[in-house]
């Protein structure tokens, strides 16, 4: 090969090599941005009282207001409260047509109501942005899931998709449950950010 061409096959390297360069030096690569733009997208989910009223350190919130609850039960070791007001005391197998009752779920023909358990709490209330994120996605504090587990979960669960059949008088997740799975599906691809330094 001639020293000109030799010296135009390092020109146009160079000329590749440097936009790839800038590329990979960007903090916020463009699937990194989709998935902090997805997350943002699942925080308004799970920040609506349908999710964080049992998302909580201690006993449950209710309503849309996010108050304590009346009467003031607790969560119990399995999640399900402490006799005589386990959850299925008041909250049956289906949602009561009255607006505001105690609403209800089905598992299998079982009151499927209940809190996360006492040795795995999932409490997010009060938390947001980056700690939202981190305290969701990681197996200690999420039900000991892995990412594709936490996926699974969220698109299948019973209790999950209950959110947006609450019942009358219940104010709905901001985004319905097809547009949510969808974003949860883009933060996972994306690599599942919480914050624009994390590598």
Same mark, same amino acid.
């Given at each position: 090969? %001639?020293?000109?061409?030799? $010296?135009?096959?390092?020109?146009? =390297?160079? @000329?590749?090599?440097?936009?790839?360069?800038?590329? &990979?030096?960007?903090?916020?690569?463009?699937?990194?941005?989709?998935?902090?733009?997805?997350?943002?997208?699942?925080?308004?989910?799970?920040?609506?009282?349908?999710?964080?009223?049992?998302?909580?350190?201690?006993?449950?919130?209710?309503?849309?207001?996010?108050?304590?609850?009346?009467?003031?039960?607790?969560?119990?070791?399995?999640?399900?409260?402490?006799?005589?007001?386990?959850?299925?005391?008041?909250?049956?197998?289906?949602? %009561?047509?009255?607006?505001? $009752?105690?609403?209800?779920?089905? =598992?299998? @023909?079982?009151?499927?109501?209940?809190?996360?358990? &006492?040795?795995?709490?999932?409490?997010?209330?009060?938390?947001?942005?980056?700690?939202?994120?981190?305290?969701?996605?990681?197996?200690?504090?999420?039900?000991?899931?892995?990412?594709?587990?936490?996926?699974?979960?969220?698109?299948?669960?019973?209790?999950?998709?209950?959110?947006?059949?609450?019942?009358?008088?219940?104010?709905?997740?901001?985004?319905?449950?097809?547009?949510?799975?969808?974003?949860?599906?883009?933060?996972?691809?994306?690599?599942?950010?919480?914050?624009?330094?994390?590598?």
């Amino acid at each position: 090969m %001639s020293s000109r061409a030799e $010296a135009l096959g390092r020109y146009v =390297a160079c @000329g590749l090599a440097l936009p790839l360069a800038a590329f &990979a030096a960007d903090p916020v690569s463009p699937d990194r941005s989709a998935g902090l733009q997805a997350f943002a997208q699942i925080e308004r989910v799970l920040l609506n009282p349908r999710c964080v009223n049992c998302h909580v350190p201690d006993g449950p919130l209710q309503g849309d207001a996010k108050r304590v609850h009346y009467p003031a039960v607790q969560r119990g070791v399995d999640g399900k409260g402490v006799a005589p007001l386990n959850c299925a005391t008041c909250h049956s197998t289906q949602n %009561s047509p009255v607006s505001h $009752a105690p609403p209800g779920l089905d =598992a299998g @023909g079982q009151p499927g109501w209940r809190m996360p358990s &006492a040795n795995m709490k999932m409490s997010w209330f009060g938390l947001s942005g980056s700690a939202l994120c981190k305290v969701f996605r990681d197996p200690r504090t999420n039900g000991g899931r892995s990412l594709a587990m936490l996926q699974q979960h969220m698109a299948t669960d019973h209790l999950v998709a209950w959110a947006w059949h609450p019942g009358p008088g219940r104010q709905l997740p901001p985004l319905d449950k097809a547009a949510f799975d969808g974003q949860v599906g883009i933060w996972i691809r994306n690599g599942a950010p919480c914050d624009r330094s994390e590598s």
